[in-house]
């Protein structure tokens, strides 16, 4: 299992954006980082991740999917995100 970074962008302010959200959900378990940046924990390829998440969006909409090594730094987040994310990511050699 690989933990991904899964950032989003929708051209429309007013875009209502939980289709993209339940896309994401559905890969696994993750953490919401911040609005529109999710991490998951999956076995798909980032390709995979970005089409899944595609599926939900409109063609001037922005996602980047990219792999999340350690170590990370972080700050703000609730206790339940900090856990997460020590939780799942690949230990730091």
Same mark, same amino acid.
Do not use: H
């Given at each position: 299992?690989? $933990? &991904?970074?899964?950032?989003?962008? &929708?051209? *429309?302010?007013?875009?209502?954006?939980? *289709? $993209? +959200? #339940?896309?994401?959900?559905? !890969?696994?378990?993750?953490? #919401? $980082?911040? !609005?529109?940046?999710?991490? $998951?924990?999956?076995? !798909?390829? /980032?390709?995979? +991740? #970005?089409?899944?998440?595609?599926?939900?969006? #409109?063609?001037? *909409?922005?996602?980047?999917?990219?792999?999340?090594? /350690? /170590?990370?730094?972080?700050?703000?987040?609730?206790?339940?995100?900090?856990?997460?994310? !020590?939780?799942?990511? /690949?230990?730091?050699?």
């Amino acid at each position: 299992m690989k $933990v &991904l970074l899964v950032t989003f962008e &929708l051209a *429309d302010a007013g875009q209502n954006y939980v *289709d $993209v +959200v #339940r896309k994401i959900q559905s !890969l696994g378990g993750y953490a #919401r $980082v911040n !609005l529109f940046t999710y991490m $998951v924990a999956t076995e !798909l390829t /980032p390709v995979q +991740v #970005r089409d899944t998440v595609k599926a939900a969006l #409109r063609p001037s *909409d922005k996602v980047f999917v990219g792999t999340c090594p /350690p /170590p990370a730094a972080w700050e703000g987040e609730p206790d339940e995100v900090s856990k997460w994310i !020590l939780e799942n990511q /690949p230990k730091y050699m």
